[in-house]
Nanobody, 126 residues
Framework: VQLQASGGGSVQAGGSLRLSCVAS????????MGWFRQAPGKEREFVAG???????????YYADSVKGRFTISRDNRLNTAYLQMNSLTPEDTAAYYC?????????????????WGEGTLVTVSS
């Protein structure tokens, strides 16, 4: 199984980025997909998760810190999860990681996931 995250970069405060996570080696539609982030000197934290897909009655869940600014989505045809990030602030600067969990329930704990990808770095300047 491989999870490949991309889309990170540098942006000014108030800007937007969209992260992508392409999964291979698993039955993507049956996995919960999550995004986590880790800022320098801080612990890794949950950002957002999505179960299955919107078309199959899936659900989404967000950390309070990103609710209303970030949107998680997925395209099961492309085995890809997305994280649309709007109204970015310097506090969003972090390495962002995607993760996959063989379950129907979204988890907010890193170790509850089964597979993890490499991080993609997001830097937001003021």
């Amino acid at each position: 199984v491989q999870l490949q995250a991309s889309g990170g970069g540098s942006v000014q405060a108030g800007g937007s980025l969209r992260l992508s996570c392409v999964a291979s080696g698993l039955t993507f539609s049956t996995y919960v997909m999550g995004w986590f982030r880790q800022a320098p000197g801080k612990e890794r934290e949950f950002v957002a998760g999505t179960s299955r897909g919107v078309w199959s009655g899936g659900t989404t869940y967000y950390a309070d810190s990103v609710k209303g600014r970030f949107t998680i989505s997925r395209d099961n045809r492309l085995n890809t999860a997305y994280l649309q990030m709007n109204s970015l602030t310097p506090e969003d600067t972090a390495a962002y990681y995607c993760a996959a969990k063989a379950s129907t329930r979204i988890a907010t704990i890193w170790d509850d996931y089964d597979y993890w990808g490499e991080g993609t770095l997001v830097t937001v300047s003021s």
